[in-house]
């Protein structure tokens, strides 16, 4: 039966309904955003598609930031605005999605076409009459911008907006005028499969083999991994980085599989942690450029061969804040999305998938030296302490590592959380969600809310899928599944920006653990800038755990975290260990420490490197004998333990 | 003796300072936005400049939204924010202040030009070398953009751009690399008169005279008020529309003066409510278009010169749901702020504030034709009503006017709140914010911010300054200065958006009223929608009341208000009227309850006209005969009034 049949749809359907179908598909059950005048009769058409869901956001940017999340977990996510004030409320969401190569299909309701060829004063324009400003910016941030066409072809319009979110895994931005949200296509357009990069994990209608090579397209692939090939046989000291770009286009599976089959020193990116099972020997920890614990950092600096799967990045050797790959390494191999760059060459339309498959086919362990030393690069604290004692960033970290499971999803934000969470090691099929290169603070909270409902419907289709794919092409069995805790980590400046979307996942009892880590304001920015005047990281000081009641919370823990002893104690509790309701954990941090990860690297890195002269960090940053300083502040506050459960 | 001199400036200063001091000539006090790592710097010179104070808020979009409105009250804001993130996340407040014609300085930390030139990957990059990107975004939301070039003249950048933003208006984009900021010019350029259009009320120091026309110039405005004189002077039925133009280029006495002067029948637009005293007998109410009180809508319809002043709308005859011109008179006279428009004709360059000075000198009172009827607009129930009857928005509104006093500021939300306060006579130097032509929900939380600061800071000039004049050319008296209260109107579904910025105000001791009109939801969304889903509308229900604590305020009242009796015994409560104390009242509405003002006119609305049928608003608005099921409906929840004060 086809698509159309199997769904009992009529023979003629609107383009919204058509949409809203293509989105099943893909699995994509829960649209993001708030509601606006102008996109109203298109939410009502995902109310009235069976299996589909409007999130009811509480924040526009949150939302955006959710449905990000959301697509890294699924592989796309969609986001409904309204013209105007809706669309420019996000636009830093999208950003991130673009920045970070993530696929989302941006839907903007806008206003009836006759108003627009008139250029009507409708409210949530700029009173100028000019309808493209808004489309001229989205435009500028996406891949592909379309808006929908009054032809009968417009299901086309749609087809390629969704294929295109899909296979760059970039924002698409999609306007669609209201009066066209009720135009009429064929039904039976949906029975043809949609032309997909990756095959879909759940698209049973849509499935299609794997995509048959035409024999030039044989050759050139062919000859290009023997070209790797040739490279990688020849080094001495060969290491593989991997980026994100493995998770985005869903071949995690196949990079863990190539870093078993080599055995060569591997490490992942900041953006590719959580990409492949940290527990296979040859794992050596996440390279973050000059950041890098020393003996990362080493061995890729002396390597003769860094092949760089899935890698983002346009320039591998670029100097930013959260990477620094100054390898003057001349022998790189980069796998970026849809080319391979070797040495100084670029090698366009070569798709990772199709090189990673063939890699995997033609490598021969045989014809590698076999003389691989490994490292141990996890940091663990320098002593060991009594639980008296007050916390550090260093101890945390450490603490949550003994506590986190397979399978939990790690939410982190931009600022200590971002850079205290790669210090430690995951345990296999842990996923990261974070945003290193696009850092927008704020955004883990939205983030939080998309990995949650994303869970869940993974849990859903658990009760009716006994075998259930994750998008990383990894099979697991149900019991696992139902397991997958949601775990977030965020300051309190982020949390000030964007904590009403704590009241969304209540809202659909959702069971998160909230971390909080209070060092009373922008604690990063505060370090990196010492000599600056330090009231402007402060933040007002809130009594947070109050905030489920707020809300409107039934089922809820919160705790209040100030010694190492509170801390353990929690984290040995089995009834805390069961994600059963949402939590709120309030960690005391003093409010001039950073994770050792950024504080030793940032000595390191003052002493040593003459990048950027001109950034203030690099005229304000403290010295290092200041650091011992800081490092003897203790945290504010009284030992205070808190549980309130209802 | 100079600026620089008064103010012991060294002979060279950073262009950081140089900014600081050009805004402090302008009395903009208060600077809005969130620290990032490329504003830091710039940051660092705000605290060191004398009487300038950073406002440190609690999320980008509302910081927006509280600039915009310190703007209106002051006639500039200034908004920092940093690159990318940081820009991005404030643009649908700054497209508000386009839209709505506020001036504001929009500066962006930008990383340093170096790492521009090398594009190099820094964070908060879309990650493609595309440094512009963010460039061309704000440009097409500015009425000027500019980086800071590196010579000795960039003094000449910020002059030009503080001086667009003041003359025009509008939003100005300014990008100030890093690297720039320290900078060093002149401190003598200081002394140098900004070249306002309009005089500004406390540069002290620079001051100048009337813009001073030559020959020709003159010939051309007196040739034009000939014109206009002679249209009203054979017009039997003249009426003045007065829009928010007049507010923006601070000629509100001017207009006040006129239309006390013609004794035509005056109005104003949404946007310009609070423009002018509506105790002026000849004062008439609102003209909202095709949703006016009928009379209003006759008198304008019927008028034969509708002279229209301050006018913000390109074209007069324009259709939009807040603004419904169907006028048929064709013998309009459009004063816009730069041009005036008669019938057809528009002529350029001539700027409002001239238009003005000349209208009231030249015009002879003894030429018109004085058979003016005058009528009474303002809405009052139809019914009075016992203390126990739970509320509706019809009786709120009508109870609050008795309430407010000369000199208030009353802030109010797009939806429930901006229909509401329209159909009520402020008294004398009320002030009105709010957002009719942009409509952001959530706008006016961030708003009300910036109008205490606003006020704070004229409460503090007062002390020092015996005679202050206010933005809109008044001058008051120290005793009124200090009544004056800020008055904000939220709903339930904005107060979800954007409340984290209560906490900005509980931290600098600011104590507004805050009525929260809770009625579950999207009110005038779902009114407007009432065949479609209604759960879409509804929002998480809170503990509004609760949040003063979580935000960590001390000195405070909270109070829930069910039944009229609650209301007028608050409005009756003798302490309740001082603004000693932050202040939060819920207001408790039935879910499907609207103004009188938007339910009686869309019925008219809908029976008569024959506006835009592709809007989704015109298929789906209930029938007359469904409103009156509506109004049937009572509120939710039990009568329930608590007064907490610490």
């Given at each position: 039966m086809t698509y159309a049949e199997l769904n009992r749809l009529p023979e003629r359907i609107s383009i919204a309904d058509y949409l809203c179908h293509r989105l099943r598909q893909l699995n994509v059950r829960t649209i993001f955003g708030l509601p606006g005048e102008f996109n109203m009769p298109l939410l009502d058409r995902i109310y009235a598609t069976d299996g589909m869901r409007w999130?009811?956001?509480?924040?526009e940017l949150n939302s955006a930031y959710a449905c990000d999340a959301y697509s890294r977990m699924k592989g796309l996510g969609c986001l409904v605005t309204t013209f105007g004030v809706g669309e420019l409320s996000v636009l830093t969401g999208v950003a991130g999605s673009y920045a970070e190569h993530v696929g989302i299909l941006h839907i903007i309701g806008m206003p009836p076409t006759s108003a627009q060829t008139k250029q009507l004063?409708?409210?949530?324009?700029?009173?100028?009459?000019?309808?493209n400003v808004f489309y001229r910016i989205g435009s500028d941030i996406a891949c592909h911008a379309q808006i929908l066409s009054?032809?009968?072809?417009?299901f086309q319009h749609v087809d390629n907006c969704v294929e295109m979110a899909w296979n760059e895994q970039k924002p698409v931005y999609l306007g669609i005028p209201v009066n066209r949200v009720h135009m009429m296509v064929n039904?039976?357009?949906?029975?043809r499969p949609l032309n997909l990069d990756t095959i879909n994990?759940?698209?049973?209608?849509?499935a299609h083999d794997n995509v048959i090579l035409s024999e030039e397209a044989e050759y050139k692939y062919d000859e290009l991994i023997g070209m790797i090939l040739k490279k990688i046989y020849a080094s001495e000291r060969p290491v593989i980085v991997v980026d994100a770009g493995v998770i985005r286009h869903q071949i995690t599976k196949e990079a863990e599989d190539f870093i078993k089959l080599t055995k060569f020193p591997s490490f992942v990116t900041p953006m590719g942690?959580?990409?492949?099972?940290?527990?296979?020997?040859?794992?050596d920890g996440v390279f973050?450029?000059?950041?890098?614990?020393p003996n990362v950092k080493e061995l890729v600096d002396n390597s003769d061969c860094v092949l760089v799967l899935?890698?983002?990045?346009?320039?591998?050797s670029t100097s930013t804040?959260?990477?620094?790959?100054?390898?003057?390494?001349?022998?790189k191999i980069l796998v970026f999305s849809k080319s391979v760059k070797i040495k100084n060459l670029t090698f366009p339309d070569m798709k990772v998938e199709i090189i990673m498959e063939k890699l995997l086919q033609k490598?021969?362990?045989?014809?590698?030296?076999?003389n691989f030393s490994h490292i141990d690069t996890i940091n663990v604290p320098r002593q060991t302490l009594s639980n008296d004692h007050l916390l550090k960033q260093e101890w945390v970290w450490h603490e949550f590592s003994n506590w986190f499971k397979p399978g939990d999803v790690i939410v982190t934000e931009v600022g200590s959380s971002a850079f205290g969470i790669i210090q430690i090691k995951f345990p296999p099929r842990t996923q990261s969600i974070s945003q290193?290169?696009?850092?927008?603070?704020?955004?883990?909270i939205g983030a939080c809310l998309g990995v949650l409902f994303a869970i869940e419907e993974f849990k859903e289709e658990a009760g009716v899928t006994s075998n259930l794919s994750l998008p990383n092409g990894e099979t697991i069995n149900l019991k696992n599944l139902q397991d997958r805790r949601v775990i977030l980590f965020v300051g309190d400046g982020a949390f000030q920006i964007a904590m009403q979307e704590i009241s969304t996942m209540i809202r659909w009892d959702l069971t998160p653990y909230i971390f909080l880590l209070n060092n009373e304001g922008y604690s990063v920015d505060r370090f990196m800038n010492n000599?600056?005047?330090?009231?402007?990281f402060d933040v007002q000081p809130w009594k947070y755990l109050n905030i489920f009641k707020i809300f409107g919370a039934l089922n809820y823990e919160t705790r209040k975290i100030v010694t190492l002893g509170d801390l353990r104690e929690m984290i040995a509790d089995e009834n805390f260990n069961v994600d059963d309701k949402i939590r709120l954990v309030e960690i005391i941090l003093p409010s001039t420490d950073v994770p050792p990860a950024l504080l030793e690297k940032w000595i390191r890195e003052r002493t040593q490197s003459k990048v950027?002269?001109?950034?203030?960090r690099f005229f304000d940053t403290p010295e290092s004998s200041e650091f011992s300083e800081m490092e003897e502040l203790t945290p504010r506050g009284s030992k205070h333990n808190s549980i309130i459960s209802l």
């Open positions: 999130a009811g956001n509480a924040n004063l409708l409210h949530h324009t700029l009173g100028n009459g000019d309808y009054d032809s009968e072809f417009c039904s039976s357009c949906l029975n994990f759940k698209s049973d209608t849509n942690k959580g990409s492949v099972n940290e527990n296979v020997p040859n794992f973050t450029g000059s950041l890098s614990n899935g890698c983002l990045l346009a320039e591998f804040f959260h990477f620094y790959y100054r390898t003057k390494n001349k022998n490598y021969d362990p045989s014809r590698t030296k076999r290193p290169m696009w850092g927008s603070s704020g955004y883990s000599k600056s005047n330090l009231s402007k950027i002269k001109e950034s203030p």
